[in-house]
């Protein structure tokens, strides 16, 4: 029993940066993997970055390597995505999501948990 709840999206221009945040309540064994994934118009869920719960194990698409980060911070109950370096084609809905599973997945089906996104919208 796990809920999700993301923020921080909104419009930033190419170039920019932007913080997006996942509020996480519910049974913290069931999110010991947590995720960001993104939806873009008329294009599959795709992933974008995982982190395990100690934090020492990450996993980037290589779309976003090197600028995008994922931290988390289980005191608050928080997962993190700061975005650098934005570009147009990092427009799209952004999701969290969470596994109890100890394997950082990169396939939207191998998780258990989504909150329901947030808008990200990048100008040229």
């Known amino acids: 029993q796990v809920q999700l709840v993301e923020s921080g999206g909104g419009l930033v221009q190419a170039g920019g940066s932007l913080r997006l945040s996942c509020t996480a309540s519910?049974?913290?064994?069931?999110?010991?993997?947590m995720a960001w994934f993104r939806q873009a118009p008329d294009k599959e869920r795709e992933f974008v970055a995982a982190?395990?719960?100690?934090?020492?194990?990450?996993k980037y698409a290589d779309s976003v390597k090197g600028r995008f980060t994922i931290s988390r911070d289980n005191a608050k109950n928080a997962l993190y995505l700061q975005m650098n370096s934005v570009n147009p084609d990092d427009t799209a809905i952004y999701y969290c999501?969470?596994?109890?599973?100890?394997?950082?997945?990169?396939?939207?089906?191998?998780?258990?948990?989504w909150g329901q996104g947030t808008q990200v919208t990048v100008s040229s």
């Open positions: 982190v395990n719960w100690s934090g020492g194990r990450t």
């Open positions: 519910g049974r913290s064994s069931s999110r010991q993997v």
């Open positions: 999501a969470a596994r109890a599973n100890y394997n950082l997945e990169i396939v939207p089906s191998q998780y258990d948990y």
